[in-house]
Structures are given as structure tokens and as C-alpha cells.
């Protein structure tokens, strides 16, 4: 079927058609044409349980049928109210929490917060600093957050300038450095940075992980060393735990495990399960006690959305996180993250892998052209729609970073399908090798 669907990030010219996608059960994808393919994206790194989880079905027919949306400009409702006490007792610290669509909206907010947070105070702070190869979102605020040349050079020009410090990426170390030294230099400089210049507003970063960067985990000890610096500079800390929260890297909560206190944290993504859009900014009292005033101060929060506190979506997301705790998912992710850990040797077997990075229940595989060099693999089509037709031979649905394969099925895959995933992973890259030959 010819798309008049303008796709994501997709060079068009390049697809003649795309797979229809008619029913899903499970991990399982099924086309028009009865083809069946393992989601190794997880809907786009969100899904939790599979496809057609009855309880998140049933919840949304009886809520929709019950109140299908009621604005949060002057009225509340249950679900949203319920699920904000159920996210600030998940998360230590937070006790307030703003709804909104998608995760960029969420980063969107927590700029917007942490920016009025002192203007409210009075205090001139205005400046943002970020990672370098961080991803926040694609609107103007995320992506200027979370700068990607690749993605972004077009709007540069339009984008608000940030402080911004290299990442340690033990596979593209610069030359003469350890590991260990590059971390010490990328602390070293943010430390150098917010001691000596007190219009810093705050500090973003994701939390655990660069996902859309390839899969970047940070050295033990690197982002809690950040939140510290941040805190003795009087710079608000802010982490996104879109893609890396509710499970994705083996934990509930990544900052909690990360041992940071942040000022602001937003949640996306795996919050409803994968089934519908919804995000959420935490943050403390302190942050949300700043903008209480008398109205005339003008000192509330000037945002909103249309379907902010959705209350489908609100009581989605409440049923799924009664789901992790009825399934103990959290803990069983710990056996099913070992089988990435045991397989990974069989992927540095192949010629075209440089370098495999994972975590709790990602794993992202870096293709290049010479292993010598680290050159990224080029192709004379995109390396996304080569691996995904070879992937599809295989029946395994993939949708690549670049150069970089990402594996990120729904957190709920079993054993064998998550060794279905990773055969058909390796069957893919050895089919692309000979293509390429
Ligand atoms: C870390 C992170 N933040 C924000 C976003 C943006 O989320 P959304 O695509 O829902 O706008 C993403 C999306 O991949 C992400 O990975």
C-alpha cells in the first residue's frame, strides 16, 4: 500500500511500501500479509507486557466508558489524582507530579519549571547545561536540550544555546585516555563549569543511560557524582528517565538505583505500558512551594495542555503499574538481562560488530566497516532499511540508531522469545555481512 502517512525520521523515497500492521498478541507482530515479527523496538522502547494485555485493554473500555476525558483547568479526577500518589510513594523525593502527552512535552516542562523555579525566587539564573549526544525530545526545548547534530542541524539557528560536557563512551574514548581518566576530565570540567558561574538554571541529563545516543551507560558513580556537584552549586537537577525509567535498564525507579536526589524527574514511555500516550514531571516540594503566591504575583506554572491528565491514559498507567507489582516484574528482569550479558560474545564473533553495550533490557550492537578503526557502517541505503528487510527475513521487526542495532523488546518477553530475538539478531547481521560483501 503506497503511504500518504508522512513517516517519523524516514527518508521516504526510500519505501515503496511499508508493512501493514493488522493485529498484534504478545510480543508478536502480524502484517496483512499473515507475516509474524518479534518487536525488538518494544512499540518504539515502551512496551511492557506485549500486545492485547487484557487488563490494560479492560481498563481503558471502562474508563473510557465511564469518563472519557474531563480537562484539568479548574476540576480534577480520580484517576490522575490516584496515580499521582501511586508515582510520588514510587519515586523518593517527589511529591507533586504535572501530566502531559508525550516524553518531550515532559522535558518541555521540566525546562519551564526549573527556569520559573527562579525567576519566582527572584534569582538570575537562566542557563541550562546538558550532556553532549543527550536526546530530550524532538520540539524546540528538547532538542536544544538534547543536541544531536545528525538530527538537528536544520534548526539549529532556531535552538536555545546550552552549556554542554562530553559523555564517557568507553568505546570512543579520545586518544590518550583511560576509561577512568576520561570520567575524572568530564567531571572535572563540569565541576570547573557551575563553580564559577552562577547563572546556571540547572543541569539535564538522562538518567542511566544515553538511549538515542547508542546506548551510552554511564560509568558506576558518574551521574551521582553530577547530582552532588549540582547540589553544592546551587544548580537544580534535572533527569529524564523517559526511555530508562519503569524497568527498561533492571530498575523501577533509575535514579533510586543511581543513588541521586533530583530536583525534577519525567516519566514516559513504559508509564501506560505502550498503550497510550501519556508523560509525567515529578518534583519536590521545595521546587513546587516556589510557586505559590498570591495570583497577582503571577508566580503559578504557565503550562498546560489540552489532555493533560488524560483520564484513560491516567488509569492505563495506574492498572500497569499494578501489573509490576502483581508480577514482580522488576525482579524477574534480573534473570532475563542476564541472558543479553551471556549471549554478547556470540555478537563480537562478527566481523561487522565494534562494540555491544547493555543493560537491564536493552542492548544496542554498533556495526562498522573496520573493527580496526571503529569506522560507523555506511551503506548505499540507510543501515535502518537494510537491517530491517534483512531482520524481517528473519521475523524479527527492528528499527536501527544509525549504525547501531537497538534492541529493546517489551519488558514481559519470555526466555525463549528473547532467544528468538537474539538468534534472529545475529541471523540478520551475518545476512547483511554477505550483502555487503
Ligand atoms: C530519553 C528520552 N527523552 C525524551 C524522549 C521523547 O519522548 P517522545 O518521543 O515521547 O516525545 C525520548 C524518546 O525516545 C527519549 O528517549
Redesign the pocket.
Known sequence: MKSSVWHPNTQMSEWEHFPEIINAKGVWLIDSQGKKLLDGVGSM?CNVWGHSKHELVNSITKQAKKLQHSPMFNLTNQPSEKLAKKLTSLSPGMNHVFFSD???TA?EISIKIALQYWSNLGVKKTKIATLENG????TFG?MSIGYVPEFFINFKSKLFPTIKFPVPNKYRLPKNYTFSDYQNFCLEKIEEKLSNNNSIAAFVM?SGAQ??GGVIIYPKNFQRKINKICKDNDVLFIL?E??TGFGRLGSMIEYENQRCKPDIVSF??MLTGGYLTF?ATLTTDKIYNAFLDNFHQMKHLFHGHTYTGNPIAASLALTNLQLYKKHNLIQKLQAKSQIFQKRMDEFYELELVGDVRCKGMVMGIELVSNRERRTPLKSSKSINKLVFEEGRKHNVYFRTLGNIIMLVPPLAISSNELNFLLDGTLKTIKGIASKLK
Not at 536526546?135 to 524532538?138: L, N, S
Open positions: 522502547w508525550n516524553g518531550s522535558m536526546y530530550h525530545g524532538d528538547s538522562e538511549m538515542a529524564d523517559i526511555a514516559g514511555k508523560a
